[in-house]
């Protein structure tokens, strides 16, 4: 297994991102991304009850179309809030792509992320729809990785190479977030439903039940265990695209060679969430919180959210203040049953720019690990001003 | 009904505020209640799962006694925490002080607030206990209300008189609490559970089952619909004594008399809590989020406190940014099951000092208002120092 810190498409994808006049400054903020045939796709979408027209779009296509060849993105306008007529944007964005791409438009898929309740400028996307698709290429992809971005420093990216028999499968993944961060995502069948953007591609074969399966299972170990300021977004989508270009032998549900994808697949999508968490707004630490022996995996996930989500918590990690109350504080608000007397708590020196937490709950088996950042006021002057 | 913005002790009421060590800065941090005869007792306490030694002694005293005389409360140390032993420090607090009254210990109740998980310094507070006692006075409210405070910046008080028939009856509150601030109270007797603590007293004559139940509504009404941090602590308290030394009709727990006492100590209440909102650590606004038209009352709390918590809605209000979408967000992630096109939000200009935030979710006639401060540098300073 080969693991490159940048996006390398795999076979048969290409990728383009350039400047629409969404965003104001003039910087990139439309991205393609494309597949030469047909691909299957998972999705894992925002638990936000009010959910961006996009995501409303994407729900449909999925619904009525098994294959999809294109997504396009774009950042500096979220097209949340925007009722019926944001709707009808995202409807014609898709449109206007796949009469461009000669495709069907259920074969379109969409993105956006950006202010919320602001009317989409259709009319610039549509201009630039072209240009976007004239550009296409593998080299497109580090302008597209850069377009899907908005208060980010830096792009988030990963890509790893395994052999499947005597094929070479490649996955690679690019993300964007760092605030409005605190994803529940989940796939549209289930009816579960931050701003999280992630778009994963490979040119592995594969059925679309084991995608499926290999992508809700590495979400829920990932993105859906990050958490920057506990505000849940109605944008956050993870979108991935599998082309079988790779020929290799078709990967069912399980199986070996199902574990080796998903084992590579839980890879790029750990480390693009602990990207985010490394670039998330304003923050001075990278705080990794591990609940061990609580009763399920469950329950040790909501303590960790707890103590990750507590303004307290985050405040006393900037100012190097071993204040553990506040871990304490935080537990018992969860919601979990935990006794005091069975609670043991470990802090790492707090001088260090990587902090870990350790919390010992003594009532079972589950574990889980919550990655998130500090609350400093350059977070609070980033929000303030952000419009 | 007269209305006095200080804290003006009821018939049969003394207090005292003197430093005894627990904060190291030499400090008032030791404040003692007192009524002449013994008084009946409500009490509302943090439904945290982990819960201060002091309420732990209090549940016990209010299962084995019906009459209580005298309320000792620290600040500088919650202890919270601090197992067994901390358990034993608060009884050996209640004790020492039941000696030197010559009451019985059961008559007691205890409250801290401060660090979470130091021992407490039971030998300062022990050794300061007899002139405590001997500072009793009428007056003495005034050092009293000041021993509470941690990080607060002005003593919340407030007193209100009426008539019940030909007598005059007072009610007079006292509270602390500007940080760790979301409280979710519930009498001990419900097995339901910031630090919020709060004194009242009256020498109204009322039964038991109506003080509680008065209380109960107030405190729901009040302090359960505040919040600064979303950080519920584990030592908030109401503690509310009743002495009937008014000599009124007794009040029962319905009709006329029940009524105006339970209006008066709602106002009591509703004004204590926010003035603890104007003092939320390091705020610059003064934020009501009022929620119409859910389905239910618990619904409309539950989606103003969403709003109310998000630190995007927060740093929004500190930035005067109109960033209505992070309230619609917020909206979405409260778990209620909203309906996008149902929602109308109105917000009122933002360079005033008191911001009031309407949602409107045309689902029912719940409806419910939650006081709220912004999100601001000064807080995280406060809170990465506090020590």
Same mark, same amino acid.
């Given at each position: 297994m080969k693991l490159y810190r940048k996006a390398i498409l795999p076979l048969g994808f290409k990728a383009s991102g350039i400047s629409s006049g969404v965003k104001k400054s003039g910087k990139l903020d439309l991205a393609l991304f494309y597949s030469d045939i047909p691909a299957k796709a998972a999705c894992e979408f925002t638990t936000n009850k009010i959910q961006a027209a996009p995501i409303q779009l994407d729900k449909i296509h999925l619904k009525k179309s098994k294959s999809f060849q294109a997504i396009i993105v774009n950042s500096g306008n979220a097209n949340c809030f925007t009722g019926k007529s944001g709707l009808r944007d995202s409807i014609e964005t898709a449109q206007a792509l796949a009469k461009t791409l000669s495709i /069907?438009?259920?074969n379109v898929l969409v993105a956006s992320t950006g202010i919320i309740g602001r009317k989409l400028p259709l009319l610039k996307i549509k201009r630039a729809i072209p240009e976007l698709v004239q550009r296409l290429s593998k080299g497109g992809i580090n302008k597209a990785k850069v377009a899907i971005?908005?208060?980010?420093t830096f792009s988030k990216e990963m890509t790893l190479e395994f052999n499947l028999g005597r094929r070479r499968v490649r996955i690679c993944g690019i993300a964007k977030g760092v605030g409005m961060i605190a994803p529940s995502l989940a796939s549209p069948r289930q009816h579960r439903g931050a701003t999280l953007l992630v778009f994963i591609f490979t040119d592995a074969l594969i059925s679309q039940q084991a995608l499926n399966k290999a992508l809700k299972v590495c979400v829920d170990n990932s993105?859906?265990?990050?958490?920057?300021?506990?505000c849940m977004s109605t944008n956050d989508s993870v979108i991935m695209l599998a082309n079988?270009?790779?020929?290799?032998?078709p990967i069912k549900n399980q199986g070996g060679s199902f574990n080796t994808f998903a084992k590579a697949l839980q890879i790029v999508c750990r480390e693009l969430a602990k990207m985010i968490i490394q670039d998330?707004?304003?923050? /001075?630490k990278f705080i990794r919180i591990r609940v061990n022996k609580a009763k399920s995996f469950t329950q040790a996930i909501q303590v960790a959210k707890a103590v990750a989500n507590s303004n307290l918590f985050k405040t006393a990690i900037y100012g190097e203040n071993h204040n553990f109350g506040r871990i304490v504080a935080s537990i018992g608000a969860s919601g979990i049953d935990v006794k005091e007397e069975e609670i043991k708590i470990r802090v790492s020196?707090?001088?260090?720019k990587e902090i870990k937490v350790e919390v010992f709950l003594n009532q079972g088996d589950g574990s889980a690990t919550v990655y998130t950042s500090d609350l400093t006021p350059e977070y609070i002057k980033i929000n303030a001003e952000y419009n």
């Open positions: /069907s438009k259920e971005m908005t208060t980010d993105f859906n265990c990050i958490t920057v300021d506990g079988g270009q790779a020929q290799n032998v998330a707004e304003g923050a /001075s020196p707090l001088k260090k």
